[in-house]
């Protein structure tokens, strides 16, 4: 027994043991170059040695795989808040979000009264093709129930998706029915797309929301284009606000559509990994049009890549809030057990070369996600003289425009955050997802009205009529949120537009909605309106001369003021 045991702790113990050399080494690296081979090697056999002595002579019996699962976190976080180790079940699904496709069924839903509620079925998916509709509810997976607690999105996520070509059979109840419906489902390719928008939000300017870096974004966006460029598109708004990033390889296949050939859009480089420069080739489609990049708290990573190349390029104009700060490279290593880590090999820097990694110290990653909140109370969301510039790390754009390092890529146009109307009975009824919970009961009831309206301002202008607002004051207080009538109309606007967006969205989907938002969103209406003044293209200071500071090599920290 003790011997088949030791046999199937090889892999983790193999596993933790190149992890811990790995890591260990990289720390010590730099203060004991001369030993760092003995160092790794003296390192990883006492942390094999404890867990052998564990599973031998511990007082308890231990599963020491379980051990090693919940080690690995824990050793990566005592390096940077984004190494990460993924366990085997949850790399698939973190893998199909940046891929751009993953098998399922092809329906989007959400877990109401412990059911499985239909919001919108994939078009052209294998639910859509065997008559599934939006509003049906799933109370069973091949032959048994599955309503009750058992529901949780994670244990859904597991019955509904599964292998290219498998076989699902869903027991169905349909609004208006009095039989159970069933259904069998063939499983197959679901794509997830990476740009949430495309379309002219005026008569001469397009918009375009990005959601990710994935796979699939480049393709996406080229097809996009293409569409807008048939439109007669004259300018164009790139919109990353809350895009988290994802593969830097596709931020440099978008920036390099925009930038003439030989400009410099991003370069890494780590204790290990050589500087290397990634520059446009010049066969971009859209290098002369004029460009505003959106950004906020939200957009990091791959998203601070393209707004970086744009900003330092002086290609286009940002406008928004300033980026989360995350300019750490993360390399996936697999296991053969099918989890992963993602290990910081280098840091990437912009054009002008600024890292813009926000602060942090290892090991303290708790302090390191409270950044957002720590900007929010301190006022930055609200006023761009809150904003603390790290004036020791000063470099110039390639007009000699100032811009800092330090942490995030503040936008050369600061928009602050709309608070117009907030008031604690919003928050609170949109914090219990009150909202949400009631526009799909109200899109449920009346889905075959709102089925008359085919695009947002039509929708919009019937739900006008409606009288949500008292409608939705009496869910709420049915569901425990006491009736606040001052708040509440103090926060009408805000009630409406997250009312009528939300069942827009449920009929229209997420174009339709960002469509709508869209008319109401102050930094976007900044963003026309610099357009239509034809202010996209930054220019160089005036009170600036050509000087070496302003011609500076392209990657190089130029001299501070």
Same mark, same amino acid.
């Given at each position: 027994?003790? $011997?088949?045991?030791?046999?199937?702790?090889?892999?983790?113990?193999?596993?933790?043991?190149?992890?811990?050399?790995?890591?260990i080494g990289t720390f010590y690296a730099q203060h004991?170059?001369?030993?760092?081979?003995?160092?790794?090697?003296?390192?990883?056999?006492?942390?094999?040695?404890?867990?052998?002595?564990?599973?031998?002579?511990?007082?308890?019996?231990?599963?020491?795989?379980?051990?090693?699962?919940?080690?690995?976190?824990?050793?990566?976080?005592?390096?940077?808040?984004?190494?990460?180790?993924?366990?085997?079940?949850?790399?698939?699904?973190?893998?199909?979000?940046?891929?751009?496709?993953?098998?399922?069924?092809?329906?989007?839903?959400?877990?109401?009264?412990?059911?499985?509620?239909?919001?919108?079925?994939?078009?052209?998916?294998?639910?859509?093709?065997?008559?599934?509709?939006? @509003?049906?509810?799933?109370?069973?997976?091949?032959?048994?129930?599955?309503?009750?607690?058992?529901?949780?999105?994670?244990?859904?996520m597991r019955r509904l998706k599964g292998e290219k070509g498998s076989k699902v059979k869903l027991g169905i109840y349909r609004p208006g029915e009095s039989d159970i419906l069933y259904f069998t489902v063939v499983r197959g390719d679901i794509p997830v797309k990476s740009i949430d928008a495309a379309y002219m939000i005026t008569d001469q300017f397009g918009y375009v929301k990005v959601n990710k870096f994935g796979e699939t974004t480049y393709p996406e966006l080229l097809i996009a284009l293409a569409k807008l460029r048939q439109a007669d598109m004259k300018g164009l708004i790139i919109d990353l606000r809350g895009n988290t990033g994802g593969y830097m390889a596709a931020a440099i296949q978008m920036v390099n559509e925009f930038l003439p050939a030989n400009r410099l859009i991003v370069y890494t480089e780590g204790r290990k990994s050589p500087r290397e420069n990634y520059t446009s080739n010049g066969t971009g489609s859209s290098q002369d049009i004029p460009l505003i990049v959106l950004t906020d708290e939200g957009s990091a990573s791959a998203s601070e890549i393209f707004a970086g190349a744009i900003q330092d390029n002086d290609r286009g104009t940002i406008i928004g809030r300033r980026s989360f700060g995350k300019g750490l490279v993360q390399q996936p290593i697999e296991f053969t057990d099918g989890s992963a880590i993602r290990l910081t090999i280098a840091r990437y820097y912009t054009p002008s070369g600024r890292c813009i990694q926000k602060?942090?110290?290892?090991?303290?990653?708790?302090?390191?996600?409270?950044?957002?909140?720590?900007?929010?109370?301190?006022?930055?969301?609200?006023?761009?003289?809150?904003?603390?510039?790290?004036?020791?790390?000063?470099?110039?754009?390639?007009?000699?425009?100032?811009?800092?390092? @330090?942490?995030?890529?503040?936008?050369?146009?600061?928009?602050?955050?709309?608070?117009?109307?907030?008031?604690?009975?919003?928050?609170?009824?949109?914090?219990?997802?009150?909202?949400?919970?009631?526009?799909?009961?109200?899109?449920?009831? $009346?889905?075959?009205?709102?089925?008359?309206?085919?695009?947002?301002?039509?929708?919009?202008?019937?739900?006008?009529?409606?009288?949500?607002?008292?409608?939705?004051?009496?869910?709420?207080?049915?569901k425990g949120l006491k009736r606040r009538n001052i708040l509440m109309y103090k926060s009408r606007k805000l009630f409406e537009e997250s009312l009528y967006g939300n069942i827009i969205y449920n009929m229209l989907g997420i174009e339709a909605f960002i469509s709508y938002l869209n008319h109401t969103d102050t930094t976007v209406q900044k963003a026309l309106e610099v357009l239509e003044k034809g202010e996209s293209f930054p220019k160089a200071p005036e009170a600036t001369a050509p000087s070496e500071a302003t011609t500076a090599p392209q990657g190089t920290q130029s001299a501070k003021a």
């Open positions: 027994m003790a $011997n088949d045991q030791k046999h199937r702790l090889v892999p983790f113990l193999l596993a933790v043991s190149l992890v811990a050399g790995v890591l004991f170059a001369g030993n760092k081979l003995g160092i790794i090697n003296t390192s990883s056999n006492k942390l094999n040695a404890l867990l052998h002595i564990i599973n031998e002579q511990y007082v308890d019996t231990v599963r020491i795989a379980d051990l090693v699962e919940e080690a690995m976190p824990q050793i990566l976080s005592e390096l940077d808040p984004h190494s990460s180790y993924i366990p085997a079940k949850d790399l698939e699904a973190v893998n199909a979000d940046l891929k751009g496709s993953f098998s399922g069924i092809g329906v989007q839903f959400t877990i109401q009264d412990d059911t499985i509620h239909i919001n919108s079925v994939i078009q052209g998916g294998p639910s859509e093709k065997v008559g599934l509709l939006a @509003g049906d509810r799933i109370i069973s997976v091949d032959d048994s129930a599955f309503v009750g607690k058992i529901v949780t999105n994670s244990e859904a602060p942090y110290q290892k090991g303290n990653g708790g302090e390191y996600e409270l950044d957002i909140l720590n900007r929010y109370e301190h006022g930055e969301f609200f006023s761009a003289d809150s904003i603390k510039q790290n004036k020791d790390e000063i470099y110039h754009t390639s007009l000699g425009r100032t811009v800092y390092g @330090g942490g995030g890529i503040m936008p050369d146009i600061f928009v602050p955050q709309d608070t117009a109307g907030m008031t604690s009975y919003y928050r609170m009824a949109a914090s219990r997802g009150l909202i949400i919970r009631y526009t799909l009961d109200y899109t449920d009831k $009346n889905r075959q009205q709102l089925k008359e309206y085919n695009t947002p301002e039509k929708l919009a202008e019937y739900l006008s009529r409606q009288n949500l607002l008292q409608q939705f004051a009496t869910y709420a207080e049915q």
